[in-house]
């Protein structure tokens, strides 16, 4: 079982920053890929970002430009920043891992428990 648990989460006015962490309890470095998803009240759980081990990245439309997915090997920690802040950014945001097996061949899927990010008019 992997855990991991987000942070940095709070309240911000609109056109502010906040830096979101998420800390795995294993090496991130054998976490095949990585990413940040959002989910406000009565809507769908959305992908904001993601990140592989390779470094390579990907950002949904709505938040290209503003926010930037890294990683941190050593600190076996993820991070979102995030800027130029909307009020529709408003959701609760979950870190998310994945790990593909090779013996015997599966994907793991792991979650956070969430950080609440709220974004004033």
């Known amino acids: 079982q992997v855990q991991l648990v987000e942070s940095g989460g709070g309240l911000v006015q609109a056109g502010g920053s906040l830096r979101l962490s998420c800390a795995a309890s294993?090496?991130?470095?054998?976490?095949?890929?990585m990413g940040w998803y959002r989910q406000a009240p009565g809507k769908q759980r959305e992908l904001v970002a993601t990140?592989?081990?390779?470094?390579?990245?990907n950002y949904a439309d709505s938040v290209k430009g503003r926010f930037t997915i890294s990683r941190d090997n050593a600190k076996n920690t993820l991070y979102l920043q995030m800027n130029s802040l909307k009020p529709e950014d408003t959701a609760v945001y979950y870190c998310?891992?994945?790990?593909?097996?090779?013996?015997?061949?599966?994907?793991?899927?792991?979650w956070g428990q969430g950080t609440q990010v709220t974004v004033s008019s």
């Open positions: 294993i090496s991130i470095f054998n976490i095949n890929s």
């Open positions: 998310n891992a994945a790990i593909t097996r090779v013996i015997p061949l599966r994907k793991d899927i792991y």
């Open positions: 990140i592989t081990s390779g470094s390579s990245t």
